[in-house]
């Protein structure tokens, strides 16, 4: 949204706020220092997920893995 990314996953309970315009490589998490934006990130994300269709597909169980044989 603009030059603010909201990063949710990676192995985090809570999301990353980042600016990218200031911080490309996504090292200074701002989401500490501006709470109220990772709402309002967080609300658009909610928003738009909602609207979208379930997937049509699904991981094939039975599909070998890069490197199994």
């Known amino acids: 949204h603009g030059d603010l990314k909201l990063v949710k996953g990676n192995g985090q309970d809570t999301p990353g706020l980042f600016n990218l315009a200031?911080?490309?490589?996504?090292?200074?998490?701002?989401?500490?220092?501006?709470?109220?934006?990772?709402?309002?990130?967080?609300?658009?994300?909610?928003?738009?997920?909602?609207?979208?269709?379930?997937?049509?597909?699904?991981?094939?169980?039975?599909a070998k893995k890069k490197g199994n044989k």
């Not at 934006?37 to 699904?58: G, I, Y």
């Open 22 to 62: 200031a911080d490309l490589g996504e090292q200074n998490d701002l989401a500490a220092s501006d709470p109220a934006k990772v709402t309002e990130l967080k609300a658009l994300w909610d928003k738009w997920s909602a609207e979208q269709e379930e997937p049509r597909w699904r991981p094939n169980p039975n």
